[in-house]
Each structure stands twice: as C-alpha cells, then as structure tokens.
C-alpha cells in the first residue's frame, strides 16, 4: 500500500456488535489450562529453550491430540524459505505477489521465514519449533517498504495477496505486516476472504508508543488483530492497542530469524510474532474440529480466551484475552456456536465448514470498532501485578500493564511487525 491510498480512519460499528470495552489495565488470568505441570523438556538447540510459551501453552501435551495436520495456513509476508531444517517439507506452492525478482521461496528479510516456522516448524535441526507442526504453509510474498526502494514491485500486492489466500486450499491467512493506509481494493479482498471461510489474523502494530495509529488489514471488520503479551500475559508497550485488537498471543523474547541469511536466531519481541502464534492456535483447534467454520474455530479461540473481566467485554491491551487453545483441546472447553454468523461482526456470513468452499462475495461492512473509552476494569474486585515467570505456569493472576519492546522490524510505509 502507497502513501497514495485513502485513509480509513473513522469507526462506524456497534459497540453491542464489539463488546463493552475496558480501560488501559485489564486483569488476565494464565495461557495454560491449569493441568499438572510436567519438568520442562529438554531442547536440541538454545532456540527451544528459548520458546517459553510452547511450555506455558502446553503444546507437548496438545500435540497429542492435535497437531494441525489437514491445516493449510498462508502466510502473507516476506516470502518463505523451505529449505531451513524446520521447514523442509513444510511448505507448499504458493505466489509472489510482487511480481519483482525472485519467488515466493525467496525471503528478502528472515521475517516471513520465521512466521512460517512458528506456525508449523517442525524443529528439525534445531530451528524453532511450530506450534502446529503438523499444519502446512502456503507462502505468498508481498514488499515492504525497503523492497519497495529497491525494486519494481506490484503496486496492489497487498490485496492480490489477499485475494489469492482466499482462493487457495488454506483455512488460515496469517499476515504479520501492517500499513495505516486503507485502500477499497484492500478492503474488498479481505471481504472475499472472509466470504470464502478463511479465518484471517493480523498484527496490529508495534507502533503503541509512537502514535498509536490503527493498521490495516488488522483494522478492517473481518480480521483478528492480534497482539503482543509476555510470559506473565502482560502486553508490550510497543504493542499498538484499542479498537484494533481483538486477542492477545506470546510476542515478547521469541526468537527469530536475523537476517535473510538464515545464519542465526536473534531475540525479538513484536506482535509479528503473536499473530503467527495465533494463527497456529487456530490450526491446532480447527484440526481437532475440522467440520467446524471459521466463525466456530474463532468462537471457541474468544470463548476459551484467558480474562478476569465480564465475557464479551473488551480489553483494549488483550481484546478477548490471551489465547489458549489448550482449553478446548485438552479440556473440551468452548462453545462454537452458529456455523454461520462471526464473532467479529455479529453478523451472517457465507462460507462453509474446513473446507472453505467458494461462496457469494459478502456484501460491504463498517470499519471495526469505534473508539475505545477509558473506563475502569470491569469483572474484578481485585487487580494484582504478578511478576514471577512462573504466573502463567502455576495459575497466579496477573495485572496486564504495558512493557518495554522493540519492534520486530519497521518499515516507513507497510511494515512487518
């Protein structure tokens, strides 16, 4: 997206349709499911030990059960490579949108390498490991704003993205980049995806401490804006926040690629990183259910969220709460509800079940939310800050304040986050 393109910037949507919204502190309970904690497991490679969240999420355990095998997931970024040890035999044909030098195989930066590998790596070699190890990739490369300066590039590779996910084998569009421009094209292609049963994630910027803007695709109605916590569930204050963000996910002091040579992991934090981790949660619940649709797969990620405050209410930090497939997996806890209408919007939408057959185009939407007040916490009598690293392991309540981060990485136009 160019600087060219209009701005969408007011907010015409219900709050009943959203959810009443808390304030800048919201209480958020723990990302496991409260079952016995096995001794942590022993890592081939230092980047393992360095996925906190795999432990506190209870991945060894879920894996059991599910792993996101007959999940596609696209991801929409700086293209993917297959050939690092984690991804070899990962990844899927794909699209590069950009229409530069190059394929969809050729990742300019790391970035879309990395969400790939977080989604569905499977640790070989000892890279990082997936999530949903069992899911697959569907690379499709879009440009940032350096590839943009440095080639001729696609001036609409955001929404042909977008477009193409939706016509693609994928239940999941996973896309880790961000641009305050909105464009009608853009809009249009999220709509298609939505009326073609994607469930689609976006980051929602590392932009919170400087200006705060809302970001597109994460801002448009039909996209879950995810973003960045800690170990304690404490969201980073780089983390963009209000209206936008619909779930919180683990995006501080996670690894990733440094650089397009794939020589080493760098510690990062970034909402890049929780809006991969988002998208794996999804892959390992919809592979679970796979006669389940999006609208199910997302109900049940909201439903099973972690919060201390009123269900259906807001947080402008976590949206629903911090994500924890566990529940549903491990516990069979929450409720789908209808197949066809989203917990997004409150409304009806087209689209089937996995498979994610082709259906009518979905009519025109308002922007997401409006604007997010700054009202108390609602739903606790009690707000307590819990420092330790063990707080979201052994239960212990956790007041959601905002941390110091860096971004993942920043573009001056379109951004990876």
Not at 138 to 153: A, K, L, M, N
Not at 202 to 228: H, K, R
Not at 308 to 331: A, F, V
């Amino acid at each position: 997206m160019t600087a060219g393109m209009s701005q969408a910037r007011k907010r015409s949507g219900s709050l009943v349709s959203r959810g009443r919204l808390l304030g800048t502190m919201a209480v958020a309970v723990t990302w496991t499911v409260g079952l016995a904690v096995a001794a942590p497991s022993v890592f081939a490679a230092d980047v393992q030990s360095k996925q906190w969240y795999l432990e506190a999420m209870q991945a060894e355990e879920m894996w059991k059960v599910a792993t996101g095998e007959g999940i596609k997931v696209a991801v929409i970024d700086t293209g993917v490579n297959p050939s690092t040890p984690s991804l070899k035999g990962q990844v899927l044909k794909g699209l590069d949108a950009t229409e530069a030098d190059g394929d969809e195989y050729d990742d300019y930066s790391g970035h879309g390498t990395t969400m790939a590998e977080l989604i569905s790596g499977t640790g070989k070699g000892g890279g990082l490991k997936g999530l949903a190890p069992g899911a697959k990739i569907i690379p499709i490369r879009i440009s940032d704003t350096e590839f943009q300066d440095e080639h001729s590039v696609n001036a609409r590779d955001s929404e042909d993205a977008i477009r193409a996910a939706a016509d693609s084998e994928a239940q999941v569009i996973s896309m880790s980049f961000g641009s305050e421009f909105s464009s009608p094209e853009e809009r249009e292609a999220v709509q298609y995806a939505q009326s073609k049963g994607k469930l689609f994630f976006a980051s929602v910027g590392n932009n919170g401490q400087d200006g705060n803007g809302e970001e597109y695709p994460a801002a448009y109605p039909q996209v879950v804006g995810v973003s960045a916590a800690d170990k304690n569930g404490k969201v980073g204050e780089f983390s963009q926040h209000g209206q936008i963000t619909d779930i919180a996910a683990p995006g501080l002091d996670v690894p990733y690629w440094c650089d397009e040579t794939f020589q080493k992991y760098c510690d990062g934090n970034g909402t890049s990183q929780a809006t991969a981790i988002a998208s794996a949660s999804a892959a390992l619940v919809w592979s679970a259910h796979p006669e389940w649709t999006a609208n199910q797969v997302l109900n049940v990620l909201f439903d099973t969220a972690s919060r201390d405050w009123e269900k259906g209410t807001l947080s402008k930090y976590l949206g629903h709460g911090l994500i924890r497939p566990s529940m549903n997996i491990l516990k069979g806890k929450g409720a789908p509800g209808a197949a066809d209408i989203s917990p997004l919007t409150k409304e009806k939408t087209s689209g089937s079940a996995g498979s994610a057959a082709p259906s009518a185009s979905a009519s025109s939407q308002p922007d997401k939310k409006e604007k997010a007040d700054d009202g108390a916490v609602a739903g606790s009598s009690t707000e307590k800050n819990d420092d330790s690293q063990l707080g979201l392991i052994l239960g212990g309540v956790a007041v959601v304040l905002v941390l110091g981060g860096g971004a993942f990485a920043i573009a001056r136009k379109r951004r990876t986050a």
